[in-house]
């Protein structure tokens, strides 16, 4: 595995591959890897010639009062993990390359990043098209490969994709769960033994509100109150939202349909987790 820690390197790697005739994968990561992050590396060389992975943990997309600072890293264990999933190249930019002195540009997607997430965190979105288009300037893959874990980043992303006509085929691959149902994800490492326990709250809502859904309830308000009140029922945590929404626009439904996004954000303690299940059945 090559390991390349400049934008510039990156992008002439790139084109010399792209003359080749290589296709190139990409998966875009903050490190401190797990299953999850590797199981879109196994899907993303099932698709390419040449896997690109980068490792940048991105200031822009944190507020101010949340975990930048903190954020885990392991660069060590990510390059073992990463060059065991068959990654050619782990691409580690620091930070003043991505944004240089004078740094004052930004991608924007509007509607989509104003609901869910966009709603706690404003800039978040903001931060996120800004460095993943950076990054595919860097990279220029054919195709990248996203987490449906985090469900709205990959509706924003493909949605940016489309609009600025950027040739890039973008794949979601579903959430990986441990055994016991949490999502996988490199904040659970924050979790308190107690606070894990309470983390299971989240899929096991999702489930609840799967099987009303199979039993016939299709108001969206009967469910988002099950859920509320399920997770409430659980200590430490604190729920920021519980959104049943049309899976494809982001907006709030009063009665389900075919197919519907159950998006939870909830602070357990003081981590913020996210989750998701698409809902679909006859309407
Ligand atoms: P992150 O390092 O948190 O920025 O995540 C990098 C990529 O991994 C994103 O596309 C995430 O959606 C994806 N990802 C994170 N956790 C999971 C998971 N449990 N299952 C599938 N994909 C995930």
Excluded: W
């Excluded at 510039?8 to 903050?30: C, D, H, I, N, S």
């Excluded at 990043?113 to 966009?118: A, E, I, Q, S, V």
């Excluded at 149902?181 to 989240?202: C, V």
Aim: aromatic letters at 6%.
């Amino acid at each position: 595995m090559e390991v390349i820690k400049s934008v510039r390197v990156m992008q002439e790697r790139a084109e010399a591959l792209r003359l080749k005739g290589y296709t190139v994968g990409f998966v875009p990561t903050m490190g401190f890897l797990h299953e999850g992050h590797l199981e879109l590396m196994r899907v993303a060389k099932r698709h390419c010639d040449i896997l690109v992975v980068s490792i940048f943990v991105n200031p822009t997309q944190f507020g101010p009062d949340e975990d930048f600072e903190k954020y885990p890293r392991d660069m060590e264990g990510d390059m073992e993990k990463a060059e065991g999933v068959g990654t050619d190249i782990l691409f580690v930019p620091g930070a003043d390359d991505m944004y240089p002195q004078g740094f004052q540009s930004s991608v924007k997607v509007s509607d989509l990043t104003r609901k869910l997430c966009g709603i706690s965190r404003p800039v978040h979105f903001d931060g996120v098209t800004t460095v993943v288009t950076k990054l595919f300037n860097a990279v220029k893959p054919d195709m990248a490969v996203f987490g449906q874990k985090d469900f709205q980043q990959l509706t924003v992303i493909s949605r940016m994709v489309k609009d600025l006509n950027m040739d890039i085929r973008i794949i979601g691959v579903p959430t990986v769960r441990e055994s016991d149902g949490l999502a996988m994800s490199s904040r659970n490492k924050y979790l308190s033994r107690e606070e894990r326990e309470s983390a299971l709250s989240l899929n096991a809502s999702l489930e609840m509100a799967e099987a009303m859904f199979k039993k016939g309830e299709r108001s969206a308000d009967k469910i988002r109150e099950a859920v509320t009140s399920f997770i409430k029922g659980h200590p430490f945590t604190e729920i920021d939202y519980v959104s049943l929404c049309d899976p494809d626009t982001l907006e709030e439904m009063d009665l389900l349909g075919e197919k519907n996004l159950l998006a939870l954000a909830v602070k357990v303690g003081v981590t913020r987790l996210i989750d998701n299940r698409v809902i679909s059945g006859p309407a």
